[in-house]
């Protein structure tokens, strides 16, 4: 299969809250190994709460360690004029796959979030563009005729579905054959496939690499057995819950030093924490 399970990769801060640029590298290694590609500056990698250039710092070591080919950039944010600066700064750092998050905080209207993107698509035209839709953190629902109608008026490679949006892939992949649309559900990869989808881009990916790239293998070689068993793992993950915090969680336990936030990411209580150790002492190794 092309490219199928894309981690959305946190951002290490030390604990006073400064990038670590040196853990990013380290971390965007250790996964890269394992996964088809890096989603870089996302909503795990706390975007905002970034500035632009700690993102671009990040896109670039993202570039470096897992090459073009292998990141999604993303550069969205609340107004056009900055995303489109983004893009131009990230696509001059090499970058040829950018995402952007919808406009957020003021509703946009339909008619308005097509021109976020076209501005986006003017200043960056070489690089495929992704939409980034997540109602839950932006306010704004996306309904699959209005995606159909933005991803062939913009000419959209591709697409992120997050929260409630992941409903739609199946209905936006059918109404935009050649449209790559990921999930952001990461519980079922192959139910993802079956529906049309393009793949998965999990931050739960990026805390647990190895599981997620074994699945996709599995999946990848007709293996039912050895897919089964490696869906009853992600499972297993999936049950602790999902929050930056869980993540971050996993990979201090892996070794990786840094893993403070600087936004509110719902830090596991005891018991949590108790069985996310118990995930990575069973499903991961070391990273460091």
Do not use: W
Request: a neutral charge; hydrophobic letters at 50%; charged letters at 20%.
């Amino acid at each position: 299969m092309p490219d199928v399970v894309f981690a959305a990769v946190p951002t290490p801060f030390t604990a006073d809250g400064a990038l670590d640029a040196t853990v990013a590298r380290t971390l965007f290694g250790l996964v890269a190994e394992h996964v088809d590609g890096l989603f870089v500056a996302g909503t795990t990698g706390e975007f905002p709460s970034l500035d632009d250039g700690e993102r671009l710092a990040l896109i670039e070591i993202g570039l470096d360690v897992a090459g073009p080919d292998r990141v999604i950039a993303h550069i969205g944010a609340p107004d056009a004029r900055r995303a489109a600066r983004l893009a131009a700064s990230a696509a001059a750092l090499g970058a040829t796959r950018i995402a952007a998050i919808t406009p957020y905080y003021l509703a946009p209207t339909p008619a308005e979030v097509t021109a976020y993107f076209r501005r986006i698509r003017q200043a960056a035209p070489a690089a495929g563009l992704y939409s980034y839709i997540f109602p839950e953190r932006t306010g704004l629902t996306v309904p699959p005729d209005q995606f159909a109608s933005l991803a062939h008026t913009v000419g959209l490679a591709g697409a992120k579905f997050s929260g409630a949006a992941a409903r739609n892939v199946a209905a936006c992949a059918a109404a935009c054959p050649g449209v790559r649309i990921f999930s952001g559900d990461d519980s079922d990869l192959a139910a993802t496939l079956r529906s049309g989808g393009a793949g998965i881009i999990s931050a739960r990916a990026a805390a647990f690499p190895e599981v997620f790239g074994a699945l996709s293998a599995a999946l990848a070689a007709g293996d039912a057995e050895a897919a089964a068993r490696h869906q009853a793992d992600v499972s297993a993950i999936v049950s602790a819950g999902a929050s930056i915090g869980r993540v971050k969680e996993a990979l201090r336990l892996r070794g990786l030093r840094s893993m403070t936030a600087r936004m509110p990411v719902n830090v596991p209580d005891e018991a949590t924490a108790a069985r996310i150790a118990e995930l990575v002492r069973t499903l991961a190794v070391a990273a460091v």
